[in-house]
């Protein structure tokens, strides 16, 4: 298998200073400054991100060059695109960090706009597609003046600015997986057969030596209408091209209308136990991670899908990535431990590091950063999942596989997670 050329971009090591203040920040001219300020990284082409900046004083030791606040990737497409001439206004595309004041505020009743501390920018340039490891900027630099004393220096931001290569995998599902689509793996304009997919529906629940992961199965009961409107055993096996099974999902708690409402909520989800083949016993599997999936109602119906490895390293199972996907567009399901993910309560938590190469097929410690993403249609529609798998974390035929039964398990759960009382779509009937 040959990977494409990808590379990363991030900006880390964060910090904003005043040299002449400290940390007396009501000198500098700005109201409602506040600790820490925010930040919005704009490249063109891509969805602004926004993250913190924190306040720190001179005396303050330098930001942990480590901590990395937000990352782009970048495929050979994007790099001759922001390389492209741009407009008359805008000739080239550049890298640009705005910093503003904290939180909007208001006075009297009357809001106050957040102000523009300084805006840092990096024009990009050829050496960004050298596919080399290259640091474009590392320390402090000067983003704005003193309002209120003219001649003096203003704000410092300290940012560190690193292109790393980071060769992918990517793969596709040639048809909806309900239908047992072959796996290809794509190649610029070639199509190369790696996979091909068995899903299968058995309403007969069985018992076998997974047992010991079943969790939180809905509680037995004599309406035979719920009863119906069950979605269970499911079932998508992953074969290699000889063959063999070399990866699989299985629906260990099934998706059933939670009391009160006609979705999977959130009190009760569904759930896939994601597996492998027992190398030592034959026809056995091995439990590899675990995926939960319910439906969030609101403006926009989204299904949360919730991933957890089950680590051999620690003993128990480790939160790897929590995904709200649009119900009705689709959108995007990853698992990449340099961005946060909001919780329950929407502060933003890390994702930890994989710590052994047990967790990720053939993964290094302390390796982490982008591992995989999945791309899935909403509720519906003809759904053709798009995977893409870091080169690192792949070192045989059998470490993709794994990916693959957990990218189909997302795909499944979007319509699992559907209104059961919903009307299915023509075309659509064998999804139930």
């Known amino acids: 298998m040959d990977p494409q050329a990808f590379i990363r971009l991030s900006i880390g090591s964060l910090g904003l200073r005043f040299p002449e203040l400290g940390l007396n920040t009501e000198k500098s001219g700005y109201r409602g400054l506040s600790s820490p300020c925010v930040c919005e990284i704009r490249l063109r082409g891509f969805p602004v991100q926004t993250t913190s900046v924190p306040l720190i004083s001179p005396a303050e030791v330098l930001p942990d060059p480590q901590n990395i606040a937000s990352c782009f990737y970048l495929e050979e497409s994007d790099l001759k695109a922001l390389l492209a001439p741009g407009c008359f206004y805008n000739p080239h595309a550049c890298l640009e960090i705005a910093v503003f004041t904290g939180r909007k505020r208001s006075h009297c009743g009357v809001g106050l706009k957040r102000q523009q501390?300084?805006?840092?920018?990096?024009?990009?340039?050829?050496?960004?597609?050298?596919?080399?490891?290259?640091?474009?900027?590392?320390?402090?630099?000067?983003?704005?003046?003193?309002?209120?004393?003219?001649?003096?220096?203003?704000?410092?931001?300290?940012?560190?600015?690193?292109?790393?290569?980071?060769?992918?995998?990517?793969?596709?599902?040639?048809?909806?997986?309900?239908?047992?689509?072959?796996?290809?793996?794509?190649?610029?304009?070639?199509?190369?057969?790696?996979?091909?997919?068995?899903?299968?529906?058995?309403?007969?629940?069985?018992?076998?030596?997974?047992?010991?992961?079943?969790?939180?199965?809905?509680?037995?009961?004599?309406?035979?209408?719920?009863?119906?409107?069950?979605?269970?055993?499911?079932?998508?096996?992953?074969?290699?091209?000889?063959?063999?099974?070399?990866?699989?999902?299985?629906?260990?708690?099934?998706?059933?209308?939670?009391?009160?409402?006609?979705?999977?909520?959130?009190?009760?989800?569904?759930?896939?136990?994601?597996?492998?083949?027992?190398v030592c016993i034959p026809e056995s599997w091995l439990p590899w991670g675990k995926l939960e999936a319910w439906r969030e109602p609101g403006l926009r119906d989204s299904v949360c899908c919730r991933f957890r490895l089950l680590s051999e390293a620690q003993e128990g199972e480790l939160l790897m990535s929590n995904i709200h996907i649009n119900a009705e567009k689709g959108g995007e399901f990853f698992i990449d431990t340099d961005k946060q993910m909001k919780t329950e309560t929407t502060a933003a938590s890390p994702i930890p590091s994989p710590q052994s190469s047990g967790d990720f097929g053939a993964l290094s410690p302390a390796l982490g950063g982008f591992v995989m993403s999945c791309r899935v249609q909403g509720e519906g529609r003809c759904s053709k999942p798009l995977v893409q798998l870091a080169m690192r974390h792949v070192t045989c035929v059998e470490d993709a596989a794994i990916f693959m039964a957990l990218a189909a398990a997302v795909d499944l759960s979007i319509e699992a997670c559907r209104p059961f009382r919903r009307k299915i779509r023509r075309g659509f009937r064998h999804s139930i």
Request: net charge positive; hydrophobic share 35%; proline share 7%.
């Open 117 to 278: 501390i300084g805006i840092f920018k990096m024009q990009v340039g050829p050496e960004w597609g050298e596919g080399r490891p290259i640091i474009l900027f590392s320390g402090w630099i000067g983003i704005g003046k003193n309002k209120q004393e003219s001649g003096k220096p203003g704000a410092e931001l300290h940012l560190r600015v690193k292109l790393d290569p980071d060769p992918r995998y990517v793969f596709q599902f040639e048809d909806i997986t309900m239908l047992s689509p072959q796996i290809v793996q794509l190649q610029g304009s070639i199509k190369q057969p790696i996979f091909s997919c068995k899903f299968s529906k058995d309403r007969v629940s069985q018992i076998d030596q997974l047992s010991t992961y079943w969790s939180g199965s809905a509680d037995s009961s004599s309406d035979l209408e719920a009863e119906r409107r069950e979605r269970k055993g499911w079932k998508v096996k992953i074969h290699d091209l000889s063959g063999s099974a070399v990866a699989a999902a299985f629906i260990t708690t099934p998706f059933v209308p939670s009391s009160g409402c006609d979705w999977v909520a959130r009190s009760n989800p569904g759930a896939w136990l994601i597996v492998r083949p027992d």
